[in-house]
Nanobody, 113 residues
Framework: QVQLVESGGGFVQPGGSLRLRCTASGGIFSIYAMGWYRQAPGKQRELVAAITNGGSTNYADSVKGRFTIARDNAKNTVYLQMDSLKPEDTAVYYC???????WGQGTQVTVSS
């Protein structure tokens, strides 16, 4: 079993930045592709960014050029750097190992003036 704990969410004004962190325990972190998802009220959960165990990345069109996913296998941690935040980025952000096998509890991101 892999346990995931997210941190770094919060309240930020439009144009601001946040860095989310997800730390894993209980498994071999380096073998898993990792993803950040988000779910806004009344909407389905969507994949925001993903990174393979080899370091290849993929992003939703809505965040390309603004968000960056990275991983540090030595620290069992995956990050999501979010820049130029917009109100429509407001959501609960979830970390996932194996792109849906394991989930964290989520962290709230609110972008508002």
């Amino acid at each position: 079993q892999v346990q995931l704990v997210e941190s770094g969410g919060g309240f930020v004004q439009p144009g601001g930045s946040l860095r989310l962190r997800c730390t894993a325990s209980g498994g071999i972190f380096s073998i898993y592709a990792m993803g950040w998802y988000r779910q806004a009220p009344g909407k389905q959960r969507e994949l925001v960014a993903a990174i393979t165990n080899g370091g290849s990345t993929n992003y939703a069109d809505s965040v390309k050029g603004r968000f960056t996913i990275a991983r540090d296998n030595a620290k069992n941690t995956v990050y999501l750097q979010m820049d130029s935040l917009k109100p429509e980025d407001t959501a609960v952000y979830y970390c996932s190992a194996g792109l849906g096998l394991y989930w964290g509890q989520g962290t709230q991101v609110t972008v508002s003036s």
